[in-house]
């Protein structure tokens, strides 16, 4: 089955409005990152986390290793906001970079 | 600032033919990975390697060959494309403990 679980796989937000996205481990996720790809295919990274929380901007990421998930929560989402978002997780091992299959989130006006 | 630069970007192939692809980066990282992406679906590792010519395999190294031949340079080679296949192929790099980054990726068609 899938070690990096997304949910959910689609998501439509009006701008303005709040949401947050999961990912569920099946590993033992040491490490977990969040990636937005935009339309023309490039990946950018949004978060790297231990165990714990971040911020940045309108954006926060908790990653909660014990219960083996991780969330990233999108507060006054805009136009620019929409893309699909990318979990990853690394395992005890070190280095392997497992992938979930993605958030497709559009923002409308 | 450093740069994760992949050759070529489009890549047209037959099938049957061996394509080879292309990843250099220069930010002196040890780590560096090959993914492949589907059209919709996430990223699926390839090849991985932790340092100059190491090679450790991913979940789909099934019908490709990777080659580190120095710390810069990490190459992917499909062994035998496969008839109407599409895909973006993603090469990272990261230091240990830091998050890895990514070059534009090459998009393979197969005809």
């Known amino acids: 089955g899938d070690k990096v679980k997304q949910s959910p796989s689609a998501l439509s937000l009006q701008e303005g409005t709040n949401s947050a996205l999961r990912c569920n481990f099946s590993?033992?996720?040491?490490?977990v990152q969040w990636f937005l790809q935009n339309p023309r295919g490039s990946l950018m990274n949004l978060f790297y986390?231990?165990?714990g929380t971040k911020e940045n901007g309108r954006l926060k990421s908790a990653f909660d290793s014990k219960e083996s998930y991780s969330t990233l929560h999108i507060r006054d989402a805009q136009l620019e906001d929409s893309g699909t978002y990318f979990c990853a997780a690394v395992g005890t091992g070190g280095y392997k970079v497992v992938f979930g299959s993605g958030t497709r989130l559009l923002v409308s006006p | 600032g450093g740069i994760i630069t992949q050759t070529p970007k489009f890549l047209i192939g037959q099938e049957g033919q061996k394509l080879t692809l292309k990843c250099q980066q220069n930010f002196n990282h040890d780590t560096m990975y090959w993914y492949r992406q589907d059209s919709g679906k996430g990223l699926r590792l390839i090849y991985y390697?932790?340092?100059?010519?190491?090679?450790q395999k991913g979940d789909l190294s099934e019908g490709y060959d990777a080659s580190r031949e120095k710390k810069s340079s990490f190459s992917l080679t499909v062994t035998s494309a496969q008839k109407n296949e599409m895909a973006v192929f993603l090469c990272?790099?990261?230091?240990?403990?830091?998050?890895?980054?990514f070059g534009e990726g090459t998009r393979l068609s197969v005809l």
């Open positions: 986390l231990v165990p």
């Open positions: 990272a790099s990261s230091r240990d403990n830091q998050a890895p980054l």
């Open positions: 590993i033992a996720a040491t490490t």
């Open positions: 390697s932790i340092t100059e010519n190491d090679l």
